[in-house]
Every structure is written in structure tokens, then in C-alpha cells.
């Protein structure tokens, strides 16, 4: 049996202004458009509720040195099947092309499959010349269904929010 619930995942890339490879400045902000791809797995965890297993590929696109930023997202979701109202949980790693890192945690809710996906994120580290980084990011994301096969949900979303 298939459901007719489709995962909202968790999309959390953000841009950082960025000259030459140099971390971004205390208190930037962060504005971008984000394109994923989310593949799921499902099993029904009771009377009319289903948990996603979510696998997110993520890439942004933008100006210059955040052109072709790339992401993977690893989430849970709970999912009521009748209304689409949805939670998910899960952790994110931003690679640049100098293979630095950017980890984040987020979580996200809809109220229902059609509505817009939002909730915070919260940047929770990185390596190289993100060492240190931490901030506050809110995001949204809409579903483009219907996907190009069964089990791929791709979706666009923006994330805006503070570098500390």
C-alpha cells in the first residue's frame, strides 16, 4: 500500500558572503534560494501516522562564490495521513569547493501537504575556515509535485537568518 503523504524534508543550505575563502563576518546575513531533491522511505507507526526516513540532496545557486554550494540532509518525519500536518527533525553538512563544512540542525513544520514547510535552523559548527561559525536560520520549503517518480520529492525554499 502506498501513501498519499509526501515528506516535507529538510532543506537547510544558506549563503555566506564570502571574499576569496575568508569566513564570513560576525553578523552577516544570510538570504538564498535553495534547490533539493529528497528520497523517502516510510512505515506506518500507528492508527493514521507515518514516520518518513529522509535522504536530502541539496544545491544552491547564487552569486559567484556561493554558486554551486552542495548539501545532504539526514531527517525523521512524523506525518499525520489524513490532513498532511507534518514534524521533521534532522542535521545537515554544507560542502564549499574547498571541501570546508558547515553542520546544522533543524526542524520543520507543515500544516498541511499543500502548505509551506517552515520552522528554524540552527548552525551548529563547521571545519577549515568555518571553525567556530554558529547562527540562527529560519527556512521554508514548498513541495513541486507531482515528483518525476515514486519516492523523489523535490522542492525550493529560501533561508534567511544571522551569522554569529
Do not use: W
Not at 18 to 36: C, K, N, S
Not at 47 to 67: A, M
Not at 73 to 93: K, M, P, Q, R
Not at 133 to 156: A, D, N
Amino acid at each position: 500500500m502506498h501513501s498519499k503523504i509526501i515528506p516535507t524534508s529538510v532543506a537547510v543550505v544558506f549563503g555566506l558572503t564570502l571574499l576569496h575563502g575568508t569566513a564570513p563576518a560576525d553578523g552577516a546575513e544570510v538570504d538564498v534560494i535553495v534547490t533539493d531533491v529528497t528520497t523517502a522511505e516510510s512505515m506506518q507507526i500507528g492508527e493514521g501516522e507515518t514516520l518518513f526516513s529522509l535522504d536530502q540532496i541539496l544545491v544552491l545557486t547564487g552569486e559567484g562564490l556561493l554558486n554551486n554550494l552542495t548539501g545532504r540532509c539526514l531527517a525523521l518525519e512524523e506525518v499525520e495521513d489524513e490532513t498532511g500536518a507534518s514534524e521533521s527533525n534532522g542535521f545537515c553538512t554544507y560542502n564549499d569547493s574547498d571541501d570546508d563544512k558547515i553542520f546544522t540542525e533543524v526542524r520543520l513544520k507543515r500544516d498541511s501537504l499543500t502548505d509551506e514547510a517552515s520552522g528554524p535552523a540552527k548552525i551548529t559548527g563547521g571545519t577549515g575556515k568555518y571553525e567556530g561559525i554558529s547562527g540562527r536560520l529560519t527556512q521554508t520549503r514548498l513541495l513541486l509535485l507531482p515528483g518525476p517518480k515514486e519516492g523523489v520529492f523535490p522542492g525550493v525554499g529560501r533561508i534567511t537568518g544571522t551569522i554569529n
